[in-house]
């Protein structure tokens, strides 16, 4: 019985890519949505540690900003991987790690395109990614950037994440930062 529950969808998906042969290949077939499960919201707050000081920072800049506009940092290319953790202290559980890079990419004030992806590492979401990509404008309280995908857990993800400095040592250049994300997905 269970045997032919596991065979049945299976058989589904072969007719839809029979189907699919006379439109010109077996390339790509329709599936129906209905395959998917209930959509859900989860939230998820982390604390996302860009450490540039000491013996093993987690963020590099590899790319230094461009002379004329290095008061915004414009130009300039950070590659990271930050530990996320579930707390404000570094010590607290780590959760994840924030992997990507942030550019300098405005002239005129300080905004950074960041471009990563919050690997999870704990529960039922090892392994699972979401993707975000925005402009975060790293001196005003709250930024706002887009949740562009995931994997895993998150596949077909969308959504936010709302950034809050935490706090930012002027003289190190390390800082912590609040995410709280805002994620649709399957
Ligand atoms: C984290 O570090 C602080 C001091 O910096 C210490 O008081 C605290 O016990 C540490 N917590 C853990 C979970 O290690
Ligand atoms: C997460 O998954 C990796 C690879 O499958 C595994 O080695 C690791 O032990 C897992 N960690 C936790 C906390 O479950």
Same mark, same amino acid.
């Given at each position: 019985m269970s045997k032919l529950i596991l065979i049945l969808p299976a058989q589904i998906l072969l007719?839809?890519?029979f189907a699919s042969a006379e439109d010109g290949g077996y390339f790509a077939s329709t599936m129906?949505?209905?395959?998917?499960?209930k959509e859900k919201l989860t939230h998820l707050r982390v604390y996302w540690h860009d450490i540039r000081s000491g013996q093993n920072p987690s963020s590099i800049m590899i790319q230094p900003p461009v002379k004329k506009y290095s008061s915004t940092y414009f130009g300039s290319i950070t590659m990271i991987d930050n530990a996320l953790t579930s707390? &404000?202290?570094?010590?607290?559980t780590v959760v994840g790690r924030a992997q990507g890079f942030y550019a300098g990419a405005s002239q005129h004030e300080t905004s950074f395109l960041m471009a990563m992806n919050f690997a999870f590492k704990t529960g039922k979401?090892?392994?699972?990614?979401?993707?975000?990509?925005?402009? #975060?404008?790293v001196l005003?309280? &709250?930024r706002e950037m887009p949740v562009v995908g995931g994997s895993g857990i998150f596949r077909f993800a969308r959504g936010y994440v709302e950034a809050r400095t935490k706090s930012f040592d002027l003289k190190l250049g390390d800082a912590n930062v609040e995410y #709280?994300?805002?994620?649709?997905?399957?």
């Open positions: 007719l839809a890519i129906n949505p209905k395959r998917l499960q707390d &404000v202290p570094i010590n607290s979401y090892n392994g699972s990614t979401i993707t975000i990509l925005g402009r #975060n404008t005003s309280e &709250v #709280n994300c805002f994620v649709l997905h399957y």
